[in-house]
């Protein structure tokens, strides 16, 4: 059967479809033996019968791309052609690949280039296609089926379906031969090869190889390594050596850990009850140095770790374990003893240490002294605050009063407000009897026109009455006659399309349910699989926390001994007589002294308010919040002046060594 005549067909079929009266399945193969198309080809019968049904079920699509074809490009089209851009717009979007695009072409050239070319052009647009298009079928369909079902094919073979568009546009610009007439071309004739014997080719003459000239050899010396060179090889390795040697000797009296712990509230308050007392202070200026308290045990804070830092933190402790035992390994195979070095280095630190004491002395002085000074501050400024918020109360006070005054007045005028209106309301009763009364009478009248507005309404729906009773006899006479019936729906029967793999719906269902039921006996197996990973990695990462635990432990231990032992040595050693120093003490001890006063003055005064207590509380607070974060700020400074001390004497050890 010709393109034209199949197309046709397909057209025809989607016109005479009445869904009321007849069902989609029987309506194809009716229209075939009512054309008495049963001769024709099967092949195309097929065809037709799939286009029906392929509408049928894909109606929503199709008719999303034709009403907006309508609606733009196409509305100066006949509406009744509508079913010819349904049929076109079916084939190009679901049968593309199965006709392939010749017979996809021959098929759409059939009808006029002129129309199709217009609708072409408008849905083979990827503009259209990305945007408007694919909204509109999201609202139907889901993303998933919408990007690999509908949009997938067309992407993939756009530049073919865009090849017919040109092709539309070329006859349209032609327009050779007149409309729905296919193009059929005189086959290719092949001509004979014209096949003549070639002339025999020249031989060339070879072309004489030059030779070369020889060359010298290349002397022995060019491979031996230079004298010069193994001497600085010596002289390198020797320098490593005694590097390695050195490394090995700061190596043993270098910090195991160098982490400082933030001070605790308990500490900090400890400290300054010491200092307060007057034992402290009377040593202090005996001594003239103050040293903080040993915590008593090392401050724990708790630190959130994520599996990695975990892992990686357990590897440097097993490298550190690695370390210790190779320096065992070598003092037994007989490395030599560094006493020599390290008393040398402790003598150079001592003598850097000592100015740098001396310094951080007068700076913690000071900043005594200032938090003195603060505190008197903060009194002075409560003293003034104290004068204001009682003027303020006194102001508060008048102001009430003056609002009692104003409410008294105002129930006074309300009260001889209620008594005009209670007078009022004796003087309405008389004029709502004669409203009554009026009223009555105006009733009397309405009752007589009702009743007669009744009585019309009772003939008129009478009338009404009769005329409904000859409807329905008439519908019941129409009901009487015979009617066509429609085939009723068996899910368990299968549609006959032919199609490989074909079911009834009740099939459908019931292997979409052990579909269903698989695939939630493989996710549950898979997250109990999942679960077990999880908690075999936990249990490795707490044992792994227990051994992070362990060293740090020992580490902050042996670190706090360490510490302890070097404040002792160093207090003992540090000298009483830097003259500014005793004078930021003697300061110091004024001011405590002025504070102690206010203090006892403030006690023989009356107690004072709740509200003042509390505000004195929070500013009590904020101070400690305050002095623990300078502690903690210094502990921290410390720590890396220490560290830089200690990399610069090291420093200074190696451009000692290596000259």
Sequence with gaps: MEAVELFHHCVAIIDTYRPLDVSADSHAEDYIKEKKLTKCNEQDRAFMMEIFGGYIRHRKVVDVIVEAFFNSDGCRNVLSEKNRYTVACYVILFR???????????????????????FCR?????????????????????????????????????????????FLKELQDADAEPRGHVIKRDPTVPEPFTLT??????????????????????PASTYEEPETQKK???????????AQENLLKANQIQFSCAAAGKASRDATERSEEIVQSEDFTHRGATVGFKSNPMPSKPNEVAVKLNTATILREER??????????????????????????????????????????????RRRLEGLLSHEEAILA????????????????????????????MKLKESEETRKLVEQVIMGHKNAKQAVKKIQDF????????????????????????????????IIRQIRVLESLPRPRTKAFDPTEVAGYGVFGEMSLAELRERLNLTKINKEKEEAERRDMILKEKMEKENAIVEAMETINRHRSEQTRAAAMKLEEKRRDQFKERSSSNPEVQKLQKLLDQKKQERINRQMAEQSAPAISAVRLSDLKREKKEVEAGRFESVDKGNERLVQEQS????????????AIGS
């Design 644 to 655: 830089k001390g200690f990399s610069g004497s090291a420093r200074a050890n190696r451009i």
């Design 232 to 242: 600085l090889a010596e002289i390198r390795e020797e320098n490593k050596r005694k």
């Design 378 to 405: 903060r009194k002075r400024a409560a003293e003034i605050n104290r004068e204001r918020a009682n003027v303020v109360k006194e102001e508060t006070a008048q102001k009430m009063r003056e609002y009692v005054a």
């Design 316 to 361: 440097f402790f097993k490298e550190k374990e690695n370390e210790v035992i190779s320096k065992l390994e070598q003092l037994q195979a007989g490395a030599k003893d560094s006493s020599d070095f390290l008393n040398w280095q402790k003598e150079m630190r001592q003598k850097d240490y000592e100015q740098e004491l001396a310094d951080i002395e």
């Design 122 to 166: 408008f849905l083979i647009n990827k503009q259209n296609l990305l945007t408007w298009i694919k909204d509109e079928w999201r609202k139907i369909y889901e993303d998933e089926y919408v990007n690999e079902v509908l949009l997938g094919p067309l992407l993939d073979n756009f530049d073919a379906l865009q090849s017919i568009v040109d």
């Design 197 to 218: 014997k070639p002339k025999p080719k020249k031989i060339p003459t070879p072309e004489i190889i030059p030779r070369v000239k020889p060359v010298k050899r290349v």
């Design 439 to 470: 009223k009555q009478k105006l009733a009397q009248q309405m009752s007589q026109e009702n009743k007669e507005l009744l009585r019309r309404a009772f003939e008129e729906a009478e009338a009404e009455m009769q005329q409904k009773q000859e």
């Design 96 to 118: 593309a690949d199965e006709m392939g695009i010749a017979k996809l072409t021959d098929f759409i050239i059939s009808q006029d280039w002129a129309k199709m070319w217009t």
